[in-house]
């Protein structure tokens, strides 16, 4: 499956699992694998919403969220299927 969206800004995070559910009172799923959450405003089809964003290590969320900070612009991203889409959002 073919998806194509951009990323305007990390709306919070990075969060770890034990935060979301001891402090936060995070209700929804969790993948499996992961550990570190962001959460970040998308555009997809032209309208604007909040996505999660999931990762097995803190360094790699730490990185996701500087890069797309540093951007002016939104970063396109084209994914040809290489991502995983569960309900919970995204495992990078």
Not at 26 to 52: H, N, T, W
């Amino acid at each position: 499956m073919k998806r194509n969206f951009k990323i305007w800004a990390v709306s919070e995070g990075p969060f770890s699992v034990e935060e979301l559910l001891y402090d936060e009172g995070y209700e929804f799923d969790i993948p499996e694998e992961g550990q570190y959450l962001v959460v970040c405003k998308v555009e997809e089809d032209k309208k604007l919403r909040d996505e999660e964003f999931w990762f097995t290590d803190i360094q790699d969320a730490y990185n996701f969220k500087n890069f797309v900070d540093s951007r002016m612009e939104a970063i396109e991203v084209v994914d040809e299927g290489i991502l995983s889409y569960d309900d919970s959002g995204k495992m990078c």
